[in-house]
């Protein structure tokens, strides 16, 4: 079952270890807006899958961090988010990789439940019958004594 969450209120991430971002909700217009943001389609149709998704994924957490905690600069004092500290941030492999965990991979995983479905009893899997056949035991014959 799809639960609505009709309140649409940002929620905490954790990312790391004392690392927190708040995001807001994964919705449709942040995707459709990520989609058509400058970085990403400046992104060359020879770039990998990887670059596209490093480029996509900066592109929606510039959009979508509102406040985060446990983040400073090179001296340890603390910083607000900015486009500059957001993108620094993301390039932290295991950041990025609990950020597409915990909130890209939700949005994608209902995308991926709506394709799946199951065999279908009365379609083309349904009262499917076994082509291949046993082989056959040779003949015994009766042994004369």
């Not at 989609?35 to 979508?64: C, G, I, M, T, Y």
């Not at 603390?78 to 500290?85: K, L, N, Q, T």
């Not at 995308?111 to 046993?134: H, M």
Request: avoid cysteine; glycine fraction near 6%.
């Amino acid at each position: 079952m799809l639960t609505l969450d009709l309140t649409n209120a940002p929620r905490w991430h954790d990312l790391a270890p004392g690392v927190r971002v708040q995001l807001r909700p994964l919705t449709t217009a942040l995707m459709v807006a990520t989609r058509s943001d400058p970085a990403v389609e400046a992104v060359p149709e020879e770039a990998s899958d990887e670059e596209r998704a490093v480029a996509f994924a900066k592109a929606l957490a510039r959009r979508a961090v509102l406040a985060w905690e446990g983040i400073g600069d090179a001296e340890g004092d603390p910083i607000d988010p900015s486009p500059e500290a957001i993108d620094a941030l993301l390039d932290v492999w295991p950041i990025f990789e609990a950020f597409q965990l915990t909130y890209v991979s939700k949005g994608l995983l209902l995308e991926q439940e709506k394709n799946a479905s199951a065999l279908s009893p009365n379609g083309p899997s349904a009262g499917a019958s076994d082509t291949a056949k046993p082989a056959r035991k040779p003949a015994r014959t009766a042994r004369r004594g």
